[in-house]
T-cell receptor, first 112, second 113 residues
């Protein structure tokens, strides 16, 4: 069965700090990978996605993620965070007709 | 993309009652999903609801507890039956308008007393 694990449940950073959120997956066959963000009081929104091709994918708001097949990882990065990045971040795998398997989420707090 | 609305946005219900959550999409989509997000937990897929066929439930979820309707390509309902406090969660619907990217509704926050 597929699974997604996120290493950090709570992260607190200062503005302008660099961010890396870990995500590892266990999934049989071809995997599609996603990062979703949920800002306080808002919907889940897609940050970025990886289906195939260039393993370094860029998303909205300056986020990027790197797919490393050998490590079964899809870590999210941002070189300089802002206070507005405070949110819950979810890594997910799967997609298509099977739906998505989500990690437990990382609650990110950016201190001004 | 797709714009999804859910009703109600939140509710407080008594143990033993049932609540039906509605999901409306602004475009026709074949595949629709229902997820649950329990307090402090991640999202868990409840079932896949495709128009014209019976809903497919994930392990741990059964039709008697979570009956789903999918009468057309823009609408679905999820009923949480015979509720208990353990059913307190956020329930989200999502759609798959393209091959791989899901869009999520705002969720329904349910509290069962």
């Amino acid at each position: 069965a597929q699974s997604v694990s996120q290493h950090n449940h709570h992260v607190i950073l200062s503005e302008a700090a660099s961010l890396e959120l870990g995500c590892n997956y266990s999934y049989g066959g071809t995997v599609n990978l996603f990062w979703y963000v949920q800002y306080p009081g808002q919907h889940l929104q897609l940050l970025l996605k990886y289906f195939s091709g260039d393993p370094l994918v860029k998303g909205i708001k300056g986020f990027e993620a790197e797919f490393i097949k050998s490590k079964f990882s899809f870590n999210l990065r941002k070189p300089s965070v802002q206070w507005s990045d405070t949110a819950e971040y979810f890594c997910a795998a799967g997609g298509g007709a099977d739906g998505l398997t989500f990690g437990k989420g990382t609650h990110l707090i950016i201190q001004p | 993309s797709a714009v999804i609305s859910q009703k109600p946005s939140r509710d407080i219900c008594q143990r033993g009652t049932s609540l039906t959550i509605q999901c409306q999409v602004d475009s026709q989509v074949t595949m629709m999903f229902w997820y649950r997000q329990q307090p402090g937990q991640s999202l868990t897929l409840i079932a896949t609801a495709n128009q014209g066929s019976e809903a497919t439930y994930e392990s741990g979820f059964v039709i008697d507890k979570f009956p789903i309707s999918r009468p057309n390509l823009t609408f679905s309902t999820l009923t949480v039956s015979n509720m208990s406090p353990e059913d307190s969660s956020i329930y989200l619907c999502s759609v798959l308008p393209g091959p791989n990217e899901q869009f999520f509704g705002p969720g329904t926050r349910l509290t069962v007393l």
